[in-house]
């Protein structure tokens, strides 16, 4: 298996593709159940890093039902470091991912960040307080029920609302009529509705920082810079990526280095306790 990807990697290369998730993706079922299979798509995405592609390292599909399983094929790209540890991390409860279940998900943010603080690595997460993370639900549903109400679609009640800021997942929620949800859905494509109408909405409903980060990355659409190889957007989205920062690595020493800044920020874990409090 190894061998065959390999091959596919380098004509990836040679046809002057960018770059490729790569590390058996939604085929890790496969890999994961043959000897030396999991130790397979280390190499691979090793391979892609060697030959200088964006490697979005898979780690987004579930392979395994063992905690222990799952945690160890993520650190061998979470600890030596690639482009995007996780082809996709899913922000929800395993029960409600329609990719089959992601390898981390909604249930493993606070053992990732601990990881993060054992290893002192930055996987890209940061601990959030209960009162940040209700503050930023609450916004997010009621800029979403605002969306509906502007764009005559079907209404979302205040006990929505409510329901989503504190839910863990969609058994947590009321109960919708689907059929009138989807056939919103369907009169919408007719209208034609695109993105600047749901920035407008926002706009007109005093959302105007989420309107703005929406307008940005329509622009980003527009523009096309972040498809460039290992392209990430900053706060401000500008484009970082291997064109305008260099991969310029020399050997151990010579990489990504955590800042004062980040290192604080990954360390503030709840619940920590304090040498000085202990009497």
């Not at 979470?78 to 249930?107: C, H, K, Q, R, W």
């Not at 969306?147 to 058994?171: N, Q, W």
């Amino acid at each position: 298996m190894l061998y065959l990807e390999s091959r596919c990697i380098f004509i990836t290369k040679g046809a002057g593709v960018q770059g490729l998730q790569n590390g058996a993706v939604s085929c890790i079922g496969m890999t994961g159940a043959v000897p030396s299979g999991i130790r397979a798509v280390l190499a691979e995405n090793l391979i892609a890093s060697m030959l200088d592609l964006e490697v979005a390292s898979a780690n987004d599909q579930t392979f395994s039902h063992s905690d222990i399983r799952r945690t160890a094929r993520t650190l061998m790209q979470m600890l030596p470091g690639t482009d995007f540890i996780f082809s996709g991390y899913s922000a929800v409860p395993n029960y409600d991912n329609m990719f089959a279940g992601s390898n981390f998900d909604a249930e493993d943010f606070d053992d990732y960040n601990i990881l993060q603080r054992d290893l002192m690595v930055d996987g890209g997460l940061r601990p959030v307080t209960e009162e940040e993370t209700i503050a930023i639900r609450n916004k997010a549903a009621r800029a979403i029920q605002a969306v509906f109400r502007e764009l005559s679609l079907p209404l979302i009640s205040d006990e929505e609302v409510e329901a989503a800021t504190y839910a863990h997942g969609s058994k947590d929620m009321p109960a919708r009529n689907v059929v009138e949800d989807l056939a919103a859905v369907e009169e919408m494509m007719k209208r034609n509705i695109t993105g600047l109408d749901i920035v407008g909405a926002l706009s007109c409903s005093g959302f105007e920082d989420i309107a703005s980060n929406i307008l940005n990355m329509l622009r980003q659409r527009v523009t096309g810079d972040y498809l460039q190889t290992s392209a990430i957007l900053d706060r401000q989205f500008d484009v970082v990526s291997a064109v305008n920062d260099i991969n310029d690595y020399q050997g151990p020493g010579t990489g990504y280095r955590i800042s004062a800044e980040r290192w604080a920020e990954i360390k503030n874990i709840a619940g920590v306790v304090q040498p000085s409090s202990i009497e």
